[in-house]
């Protein structure tokens, strides 16, 4: 069946090098597959060429953010830039910010902790909503944005955590973005929170080129994929692909209302 509504997918790092080859031909298939896309930064040099593209491609839309695993690397002069790229217009967020504890060698967690916190307040200050990395940080990760996240909005990109932590989150206002793992044999739990997610705070996303839905898994992901998630979501929803997709896409601009 062939759907009239359009897809937006929230989350796609269009700036990886595993589109080095390809990037400007994935771009213009794309023009005509997706409603949209943003590309969230992960540093400095990603967010520069985040907004690039953003600049090159109509549909496309940046945020600007330090990833848990790269700040490390991170100055405080970095908050300033991010502060200054946050005045473009197709900058819609700041992101790809939070926690992640799977990878402990790349950044302590207090340092994780206290960056993640500067660019909370960053975003209060510039009026973005935030793009959250969370990655087996649930507990820290809930505390802070309880106590940190006051008067934000945002998504929890690539949600992971369970449904009671789900409904906490909602409770604080924030949105949840499911991708590729929601498809995946073993997502049972998963699923079950996708099945409860209201429907005005679910957004869909590809997490391109990682995380790549069934029956492609072990391919390079792609942004049109975000299709597949979000004919999933709508099976394991019980309700119309069309409505779902349609509705996705109101919260998108909703939540990100620089983009039009």
């Known amino acids: 069946m062939m759907l009239k509504a359009r897809v937006f997918d929230s989350h796609a790092h269009m700036d990886c090098p595993h589109y080095d080859a390809d990037r400007e031909e994935v771009f213009a298939r794309l023009r005509g597959e997706i409603d949209g896309l943003i590309n969230p930064g992960c540093d400095n040099e990603s967010s520069l060429k985040a907004i690039g593209y953003a600049e090159t491609y109509d549909f496309v839309y940046a945020a600007v953010g330090w990833h848990p695993q790269e700040v490390l690397r991170m100055q405080d002069e970095d908050l300033a830039r991010l502060e200054e790229w946050s005045g473009h217009p197709k900058v819609v967020a700041i992101g790809e910010i939070g926690l992640d504890y799977y990878y402990d060698d790349c950044a302590p967690r207090p340092l994780q902790r206290k960056r993640f916190i500067e660019q909370l307040d960053l975003a209060r200050k510039v009026g973005l909503p935030v793009i959250i990395h969370d ?4 507990g820290d990760m809930l505390e802070i944005v309880a106590r940190e996240g006051k008067g934000l909005s945002g998504v929890f990109h690539c949600y992971s955590g369970s449904l009671e932590t789900a409904r906490e989150l909602l409770k604080l206002g924030f949105y949840l973005g499911f991708g590729g793992s929601s498809t995946f044999k073993n997502a049972q739990k ?7 997610v209201p429907e005005d705070r679910l957004l869909f996303e590809t997490d391109s080129p990682y995380l790549t839905p069934m ?12 299709l597949l998630v979000a004919q ?3 099976l394991v929803r019980g309700v ?7 509705k996705s ?9 620089k983009i039009r």
Do not use: W
């Not at 990655?135 to 649930?138: F, N, Q, Y």
């Not at 119309?240 to 349609?246: A, G, Y």
């Not at 896409?249 to 209302?257: G, T, Y």
């Open 215 to 226: 029956p492609y898994r072990g391919r390079r992901n792609d942004p049109a994929h975000t």
């Open 240 to 246: 119309e692909p069309e409505e779902l997709i349609r």
């Open 249 to 257: 896409s109101e919260n998108v601009r909703k939540l990100f209302d």
């Open 232 to 234: 999933n979501a709508a």
């Open 135 to 138: 990655r087996d940080a649930h």
């Open 190 to 196: 998963l699923r079950e929170v996708l099945k409860h």
